[in-house]
């Protein structure tokens, strides 16, 4: 294949975003999806309504038109869907990028169908692939999910939520509602401070009333077929159960970041480097793009404040060009 401009690994609203403005602005670009179009908002859950109001959402100012202030998950999908195909953006669908190497100054992209040849590379991966894990036994059981998906599942069933941020609380009430005996299993002493507002106290109203049994300062010591064991304050206490939603949060790809070449810090949040003028990471050429610029600190970026890492991005690239193309003709002036 022919050199080209840009690389973007991942087909999210960020990498999409990239697309666009490198198409605007006049580089050859492929996006390269290991799933279907925004492969993470196609997975979340059904009902899924965003913290964010759509126009916030919107990338490149193409309007976003939603039935209410904040928009649900169909309607993001048909948003960034109707992106892709009316600009019709350079995507190759589930295709998945295994590699990313530079060699005399080019990137050499291999994937799970074909191999690339690129200027530069912007990884906007995301960091909704790899859970966190609880770690401990029985986690691997088929009954325990690190994804939620649909309420209805759960209708009748005993069911135990970990976990005290959006993802756990929106679960907990909405099998709750459909049905299911929930135990919501918090390592604090409340729920999360970041659930979206009008959920919050939807949620501690029917912690109050007992409806959702809640077990604040409480962590998972095992999990078994029939049962689920935390510990509380008050001791180990054993909860009869049918099924797990483990929604203790996500992390990006470190080791496909590491071996890509860029260096992360050695605290725990294990931040990439990158320049935030630029988004180039300490390889040059290779840039980051969305949510995975925050490293373990997911909730840092998100597609409102991140959407203008694509025209960072572009600019950077094209100014990077042009100066080497001056000091390319100075030289073979001189
Ligand atoms: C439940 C939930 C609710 C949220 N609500 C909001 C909200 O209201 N407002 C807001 O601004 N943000 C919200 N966020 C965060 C937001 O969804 C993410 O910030 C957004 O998806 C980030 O976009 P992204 O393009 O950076 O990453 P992603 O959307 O995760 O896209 C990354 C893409 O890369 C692909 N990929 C990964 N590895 C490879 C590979 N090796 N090869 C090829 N492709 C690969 C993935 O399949 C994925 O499609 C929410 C997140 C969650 C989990």
Same mark, same amino acid.
Request: glycine share 8%; aromatic share 10%; with cysteine.
């Given at each position: 294949?022919?050199?080209?401009?840009?690389?973007?690994?991942?087909?999210?609203?960020?990498?999409?975003?990239?697309?666009?403005?490198?198409?605007?602005?006049?580089?050859?670009?492929?996006?390269?999806?290991? !799933?279907?179009?925004?492969?993470?908002?196609?997975?979340?859950?059904?009902?899924?309504?965003?913290?964010?109001?759509?126009?916030?959402?919107?990338?490149?100012?193409?309007?976003?038109?939603?039935?209410?202030?904040?928009?649900?998950?169909?309607?993001?999908?048909?948003?960034?869907?109707?992106?892709?195909?009316?600009?019709?953006?350079?995507?190759?669908?589930?295709?998945?990028?295994?590699?990313?190497?530079?060699?005399?100054?080019?990137?050499?992209?291999?994937?799970?169908?074909?191999?690339?040849?690129?200027? &530069?590379?912007?990884?906007?991966?995301?960091?909704?692939?790899?859970?966190?894990?609880?770690?401990?036994?029985?986690?691997?059981?088929?009954?325990?999910?690190?994804?939620?998906?649909?309420?209805?599942?759960?209708?009748?069933?005993?069911?135990?939520?970990? !976990?005290?941020?959006?993802?756990?609380?929106?679960?907990?009430?909405?099998?709750?509602?459909? !049905?299911?005996?929930?135990?919501?299993?918090?390592?604090?002493?409340?729920?999360?401070?970041?659930?979206? =507002?009008?959920?919050?106290?939807?949620?501690?109203?029917?912690?109050?009333?007992?409806?959702?049994?809640?077990? =604040?300062?409480?962590?998972?010591?095992?999990?078994?077929?029939?049962?689920?064991?935390?510990?509380?304050?008050?001791?180990?206490?054993?909860?009869?159960?049918?099924?797990?939603?483990?929604?203790?949060?996500?992390?990006?790809?470190?080791?496909?970041?590491? &071996?890509?070449?860029?260096?992360?810090?050695?605290?725990?949040?294990?931040?990439?480097?990158? &320049?935030?003028?630029?988004?180039?990471?300490? @390889?040059? !050429?290779?840039?980051?793009?969305?949510? @995975?610029?925050?490293?373990?600190?997911?909730?840092?970026?998100?597609?409102?404040?991140?959407?203008?890492?694509?025209?960072?991005?572009?600019?950077?690239?094209?100014?990077?060009?042009?100066?080497?193309?001056?000091?390319?003709?100075?030289?073979?002036?001189?």
């Amino acid at each position: 294949m022919d050199r080209i401009d840009l690389l973007i690994v991942g087909g999210g609203p960020i990498g999409i975003a990239c697309g666009l403005e490198a198409q605007k602005k006049g580089l050859s670009y492929i996006i390269i999806e290991k !799933g279907p179009i925004v492969n993470s908002l196609f997975n979340y859950p059904v009902n899924m309504q965003f913290f964010s109001s759509s126009e916030r959402l919107e990338i490149d100012n193409i309007p976003f038109i939603s039935n209410e202030a904040k928009p649900k998950r169909n309607e993001a999908l048909e948003y960034y869907r109707r992106i892709v195909t009316s600009n019709n953006l350079r995507i190759n669908l589930f295709e998945e990028v295994e590699e990313v190497k530079k060699e005399e100054g080019l990137f050499f992209i291999t994937t799970s169908k074909n191999s690339y040849r690129a200027n &530069n590379v912007v990884l906007a991966t995301g960091f909704y692939d790899l859970p966190n894990l609880l770690k401990v036994p029985g986690e691997g059981l088929a009954k325990v999910s690190h994804y939620y998906k649909d309420p209805h599942y759960y209708a009748g069933q005993k069911l135990a939520v970990i !976990g005290a941020s959006n993802s756990s609380i929106d679960a907990a009430l909405e099998c709750w509602r459909k !049905g299911a005996e929930v135990s919501l299993i918090i390592r604090g002493g409340e729920v999360g401070k970041r659930v979206k =507002y009008w959920v919050r106290p939807d949620i501690l109203n029917r912690i109050e009333e007992g409806s959702i049994k809640a077990y =604040y300062h409480s962590e998972v010591v095992r999990i078994d077929p029939g049962e689920i064991i935390i510990q509380t304050p008050k001791g180990q206490i054993t909860l009869e159960n049918d099924f797990v939603l483990a929604l203790t949060g996500y992390m990006p790809n470190f080791e496909f970041l590491k &071996n890509s070449g860029v260096t992360l810090s050695e605290d725990a949040n294990k931040l990439p480097t990158y &320049n935030p003028d630029t988004m180039e990471t300490n @390889i040059s !050429g290779l840039y980051l793009a969305g949510v @995975i610029c925050g490293g373990m600190e997911t909730h840092k970026w998100f597609i409102e404040n991140s959407r203008i890492h694509a025209k960072i991005i572009v600019d950077s690239i094209i100014s990077t060009t042009k100066k080497s193309n001056n000091k390319k003709a100075l030289s073979d002036n001189a």
